[in-house]
T-cell receptor
């Protein structure tokens, strides 16, 4: 299956700033997704990252807050903009394809102070 | 829409005890079913999966059988170890080209010596 390298693994950020999280896959994947996992909670899908076009956001998530890029089939970024303490979560990227199912990055643990 | 209902935790077991974590789902069509494990401070790892009715997924002593008649995918292990302490997530993939996953809320398992 595909292997996803996600970075940073953790960060502590000041409120009002932005953080960009990167995911690099070691092979081409059909789909890439970004999830948020709030403390003690399950995973919530933020958006589907579309290669070469705007991401598709789930209800409650907007592009201005969570801009996403996917310039090719192996790389995607998620930016958490104008952060507040409520954005403190684990953010995970995922890749999916027909031949290997789903793979997750190791996650980015974000703390906003 | 699709949903996954997972047994509430936390679950605390003694080493070598039998483990069952219940998972039921609601979906249209013929979903794929997954169990993911999240060890402390890490991302999600695929534990096992089943793609059609009556399939049994197995890995590391864990098993789950895709039961369409009861819409269930319960996770079992005959003898748990301290190293199995983690959060376990049941998930559903609706397929049909979407590749999106729907997660249960997760069950935290603690195994004590």
């Amino acid at each position: 299956s595909a292997v996803i390298s996600q970075k940073p693994s953790r960060d502590i950020c000041q409120r009002g700033t932005s953080l960009t999280i990167q995911c690099q896959v070691d092979s081409q994947v059909t789909m890439m997704f970004w999830y948020r996992q709030q403390p003690g909670q399950s995973l919530t899908l933020i958006a589907t990252a579309n290669q070469g076009s705007e991401a598709t956001y789930e209800s409650g998530f907007v592009i201005d807050k969570f801009p996403i890029s996917r310039p090719n089939l192996t790389f995607s970024t998620l930016t958490v903009s104008n952060m507040s303490p409520e954005d403190s979560s684990i953010y995970l990227c995922s890749g999916a394809g027909q031949n290997y199912g789903y793979t997750f990055g190791s996650g980015t643990r974000l703390t906003v102070v | 829409g699709d949903s996954v209902t997972q047994m509430e935790g936390p679950v605390t077991l003694s080493e070598e005890a039998f483990l069952t974590i219940n998972c039921t789902y609601t979906a249209t069509g013929y979903p794929s079913l997954f169990w993911y494990v999240q060890y402390p401070g890490e991302g999600l790892q695929l534990l096992l999966k089943a793609t059609k009715a009556d399939d049994k997924g197995s890995n590391k002593g864990f098993e789950a059988t895709y039961r369409k008649e009861t819409t269930s995918f319960h996770l079992e292990k005959g003898s748990v170890q301290v190293s199995d302490s983690a959060v376990y997530f049941c998930a559903l993939g609706s397929g049909a080209g979407s590749y999106q996953l729907t997660f249960g809320k997760g069950t935290k398992l603690s195994v004590i010596p």
